[in-house]
């Protein structure tokens, strides 16, 4: 069985600062990653995945995730925030045996502080 | 492309009333999952299907809820009684399978009272 730990409830970051959420995931095999966003009153929206290749992956909007075995983490980054990304964010993970199930970690909420 | 539709987008109902919840996927796609996510459980995956058929509903909580997916186009998700602890958002979500994004609806926000 997987399960997904997203240590940080709530994170409350300045705006134009830098932030890092933090997701670690246990797997007795081989997964894929991924985080998903959540903005007030919507369903969730696939913000980036890493599935094989390069460890880091990046998303449109400025974020990036690196994929760490060693450390069983894929923790989300972006160098400067803006208003706009207030939203939950959503560590998730499935394995790569066929099954599309997702786990899902317990969310982040990011909160931009003017 | 619509997206994932769902309907209706709030439910109050009493305790012991059933409840319908229901979900249009986006066309082409072949996998549907059902989700609830509750402050205290999160988002916790219910059932999900490949083809119109279930594949995994190990997330069931149990025989007051049910789930059904009579053609690729629609899928229902009944609880019958409904009872307090039930109340949640309901999502449904569909993907073309495999590795593919999961798209997610609005919700359904169930208020049991």
């Known amino acids: 069985a997987q399960s997904v730990t997203q240590l940080d409830s709530q994170v409350p970051v300045f705006e134009e600062a830098p932030v890092e959420l933090r997701c670690n995931y246990s797997?007795?095999?081989?997964?894929?990653l991924f985080w998903y966003v959540q903005y007030p009153n919507q369903g969730l929206q696939l913000l980036l995945k890493?599935?094989?290749?390069?460890?880091l992956v990046k998303s449109i909007n400025g974020f990036e995730a690196e994929f760490n075995k060693s450390q069983t983490s894929f923790h989300l980054r972006k160098p400067s925030v803006h208003i706009s990304d207030t939203a939950e964010y959503f560590c998730a993970v499935s394995d790569d045996f066929g099954n599309e199930k997702l786990t899902f970690g317990t969310g982040t909420r990011l909160t931009i502080i003017p | 492309d619509a997206g994932v539709i769902q309907s209706p987008r709030h439910e109050v109902t009493e305790m012991g009333q059933e409840v319908t919840l229901r979900c249009k996927p986006i066309s082409g796609h072949n996998s549907l999952f059902w989700y609830r996510q509750t402050m205290m459980r999160g988002l916790e995956l219910l059932i999900y299907?490949?083809?119109?058929?279930?594949?995994?509903d190990s997330g069931m909580p149990e025989d007051r809820f049910s789930a059904k997916m009579p053609n690729a186009s629609f899928s229902t998700l009944k609880i019958q009684p409904s009872e307090p602890r039930d109340s949640a958002v309901y999502f449904c979500?569909?993907?073309?399978?495999?590795?593919?994004?999961?798209?997610f609806g609005a919700g359904t926000r169930l208020s049991v009272l």
């Open positions: 890493y599935l094989s290749g390069s460890t």
């Open positions: 299907f490949n083809n119109n058929v279930p594949i995994d």
């Open positions: 979500a569909s993907s073309l399978g495999g590795r593919n994004i999961q798209y």
């Open positions: 797997s007795s095999v081989s997964v894929y």
